[in-house]
């Protein structure tokens, strides 16, 4: 171990220390150190929180407004650090995650300046280690490990408590998204009170709103809460808030209904106390005008006036908001408070519904898409789609959730379990089935959660109940899946670049782009017009285990030597910060590369082998002789292939693009297989790992910019079974099986079932391919679904191909 000032600073320490104990107690004598590539140690890292940074180092607020800590252990203490911003990249991608080992090769200890007696560790540099962690095994229980702090610093509360390291933030948010709690100060099972009211003197929701600014006092309010909405966290870069929370109610009493607004810090004591169908006593509440962009549950069925002008806040302070959770037991019919009321349809009726109509439903979840990300402004949103048959239709509800500030409910979804949603809305779309959405307003339940909703009474939930006792566990679970590509609504049949809601036509450029700066389970769905140039038939989907490599941070050699501050991300002579540049190397081990920079030995190399071998080499069967792979290449495609600038080699289809067969067995297994990256290490998490997908292979085109200066490459996994998930509102009009009618329907024809006993009359991927030499030369618009997968596995799928002829020009 060498640190950057002379050996004779350093303490020496007994041989049994810890590498944690050895590394604190150096810095207490050093600053900085740095650690020799044969010297670092294995610590693993047990959780990764984020929260809002004090400051940006770089362009792009997204990337750099967050801070993350780590924590980690050698198996004896737990140490607390903060990941210098230039490594947050490797958070970005998953590559730095809990529950795996790295090797950290230099830190620091860094001093407060605004708190007496609190410093910390910052980690300045690492390497990810490969496969599962060696340290972990050895633990049982993590929160039991002592936390290690340096001398004199023992007493500092920060150090020891779920709140950030740098000092200005109070609170973490969660790691994928701003809508869940997260951390030890989110409250929730608080009893209610059996204290009796006066409620000889209260206000009726009808007056609130012509006492409005006539009055600095009201009188108690008591309501019954009928909508909750999801959390939203309004903290702003530069803006500091101790916890900049908010989350609306709609309540209810004998008079009418309004909004209510709870603020700020009374959010995480008492947001998850707060539910449909509880009673409040108000009293020193204030009344504000109402934010009249904000959305609104439909509340009409319920046949009562609403007050949409003013709305009523609960705040912390100024004043400081009194109210009482009532007991059930304590609420008195002659109060007139309204029940609560559902608008729950069945599947059947789903077709006849209008555009954004809400309404409430009930089924049995068949399949469970994996949680996903998308990008809005500033923040992530995160979401799965959702399969849920009720017995009406032959047709699933099909759902796109998103997360409803219930992480416990929304994590756990599978197939065989009885969901409830709230407030969904319903899309109708071109070309597809309507599917619902969620709303600010919805909740979900599942089974586990459903005792004591007020919904349990409702008829139509009986009647729902009555019909799942009609079937049978064995013939349900063979319909299941969870996991994998899937993506809804269905392209429409005609591209029309001006039609709202169009998947948007990118340049080459803006494609290279977006790959690159693609973070982890973000999704996206682009077109790219050019024209196909090579199709090959690839047997076996990549292998998790051959992608498993050791990720470094990219100026482990270049920078060993310098100091914190050269380390800091910097323009370059380009406009380039070191952050950019380091993603771009980081993306250039991942596929993307100039094509004029081959190595010496790939200058005479046949193009459409050099893409098999590149396969080849990420996992697929060695056993297989090149001459087996079925391919097609355009005529011109040798002599464009040396002429591009660019090939984005993203081409392979990923065993995570796989759906799997849901089984209680491996339930554990599943669900954190199809969820997301946890912020905290359990010992309780599955350590089994997902039992390879079944797949007879699939399409890898290769897609030439209509500048013929960038390719990429793209994997085309056609529908073949009717039970495939992806298969429900598909188009299936009967098409020659030609490459092109392939890539234009998505499926292959005619789809076959589980419950089919005719012999499979599907074409073989050599008589599709013997159909490829249409595409020559024609000119397509290729609508293409992007995500990251975590690492380097980058999932680049063909949705649908359209001929220019099928595409409108205005």
Not at 361 to 371: D, P, Q, S, Y
């Amino acid at each position: 171990m060498e640190d950057s000032q002379s050996s004779s600073s350093l303490v020496l320490l007994p041989p049994q220390a810890s590498f944690l104990q050895r590394t604190l107690e150096r810095l207490s004598s050093t600053q900085c150190l740095k650690f020799g590539c044969d010297q670092g140690e294995a610590v693993a890292v047990v959780a990764l929180q984020r929260y809002m940074s004090e400051r940006t180092d770089g362009p792009d607020e997204l990337l750099c407004n967050y801070s993350y800590d780590l924590t980690v252990t050698d198996g004896v203490w737990r140490v607390k650090g903060l990941l210098h911003s230039s490594l947050n990249y490797l958070v970005h991608t998953n590559t730095l995650r809990t529950g795996r080992d790295i090797f950290i090769s230099q830190c620091c200890f860094v001093f407060s300046e605004r708190t007496l007696g609190h410093g910390y560790i910052c980690i300045e540099n690492l390497r990810c280690g490969a496969g599962s962690s060696e340290v972990l095994p050895r633990i049982n229980d993590v929160s039991l490990l002592p936390m290690l702090v340096r001398y004199g610093m023992e007493r500092s509360v920060l150090l020891h408590s779920d709140v950030p390291l740098q000092v200005s933030r109070k609170h973490y948010l969660p790691l994928w998204n701003n809508d869940d709690p997260e951390g030890d100060m989110w409250i929730s099972g608080a009893p209610s009170s059996d204290a009796v009211l006066d409620v000889s003197k209260i206000m009726l929701i009808s007056t609130l709103e012509s006492s409005f600014g006539h009055t600095l006092k009201y009188l108690p309010l008591l309501v019954k809460i009928i909508h909750k909405s999801r959390l939203r966290y309004y903290g702003k870069f530069g803006v500091k808030k101790d916890c900049p929370y908010l989350a609306y109610f709609e309540v209810a009493d004998q008079s009418g209904t309004m909004s209510l607004v709870l603020w700020d810090e009374l959010c995480p004591e008492f947001y998850e106390r707060l539910n449909v169908g509880t009673v409040l006593y108000l009293q020193n509440y204030k009344l504000k005008q109402s934010y009249a962009k904000r959305s609104r549950p439909q509340m009409d069925h319920y046949r009562m006036k609403h007050y949409n002008s003013v709305e009523i806040c609960l705040n912390p302070h100024d004043p400081s908001s009194l109210f009482t959770v009532v007991s059930p037991k304590s609420v008195q019919p002659q109060w007139g408070l309204p029940d609560v009321s559902y608008r729950f349809i069945s599947r059947s009726e789903l077709d006849k519904l209008a555009d954004n109509f809400a309404c409430d439903v009930i089924g049995l979840v068949t399949f469970v898409g994996r949680v996903e990300r998308v990008r809005s402004k500033e923040r992530y949103w995160t979401y799965r789609w959702v399969h849920a048959v009720d017995g009406t239709s032959d047709h699933p509800f099909i759902l796109e959730l998103f997360s409803s500030s219930q992480p416990e409910i929304f994590n756990n979804i599978c197939p065989m379990t009885y969901l409830v949603c709230t407030q969904m809305r319903v899309c109708n779309v071109t070309g597809s089935q309507p599917y619902l959405t969620s709303s600010c307003e919805t909740e979900m339940f599942i089974t586990g959660y459903h005792k004591g909703q007020p919904y349990v009474s409702d008829p139509r939930v009986k009647n729902f109940i009555q019909w799942t006792k009609t079937l049978k566990d064995n013939a349900v679970l063979q319909k299941t899946a969870v996991g994998g590509h899937y993506s809804y609504p269905h392209s429409q049949p005609m591209f029309l670049q001006s039609a709202a809601g169009q998947v948007p036509l990118i340049a080459a450029a803006d494609l290279k782009r977006e790959l690159e700066t693609l973070q982890y389970r973000e999704h996206k769905r682009l077109a790219f017009q050019g024209q196909i140039t090579a199709v090959q038939f690839l047997r076996n989907p990549k292998t998790s285990g051959a992608e498993e490599t050791e990720q470094v941070s990219e100026n482990d050699d270049a920078d060993s030597h310098s100091s914190p501050s050269q380390r800091l991300p910097s323009p370059s002579s380009d406009g380039t910060s070191a952050t950019s540049r380091k993603r771009k190397i980081q993306m250039s081990k991942l596929g993307c590369k100039k094509t004029n920079e081959k190595e010496p030995e790939e200058e005479e190399a046949n193009p459409a082998l050099e893409i098999q071998l590149q396969e080849h080499s990420c996992g697929h069967n060695s056993g297989q002789a090149a001459s087996s792979t079925p391919s097609w290449e355009g005529s011109s495609w040798p002599k464009q292939h040396q002429e591009l600038s660019e090939h984005l080699s993203r081409g392979g289809l990923h065993q995570d693009s796989i759906r799997r067969r849901f089984t209680f067995d491996e339930k554990n297994a599943l669900l954190q297989w199809s969820n997301l990256q946890p912020s905290r290490w359990t010992s309780k998490q599955s350590a089994e790992s997902v039992p390879p997908a079944l797949c007879s292979g699939y399409y890898q085109l290769t897609i030439l910019g209509i500048n013929k200066q960038i390719a990429v490459d793209a994997a085309f996994l056609p529908v073949v079974s009717s039970d495939d998930p992806q298969a429900v509102s598909l188009p299936q009009g009967l098409h020659d099986n030609t490459m092109l009618s392939c890539l234009c329907s998505g499926f292959l024809c005619p789809l076959t079932g589980t419950d089919d006993s005719r012999e499979r009359s599907l074409p073989e991927p050599e008589e599709i391919l013997e159909t490829a030499s249409e595409l020559e030369d024609m000119h397509v618009v290729c609508v293409l679904d992007i995500c990251h997968l975590g690492e380097d596995k980058l999932e680049v799928l063909i949705n649908k191909v359209y001929k220019v002829t099928e595409v409108s020009l205005n």
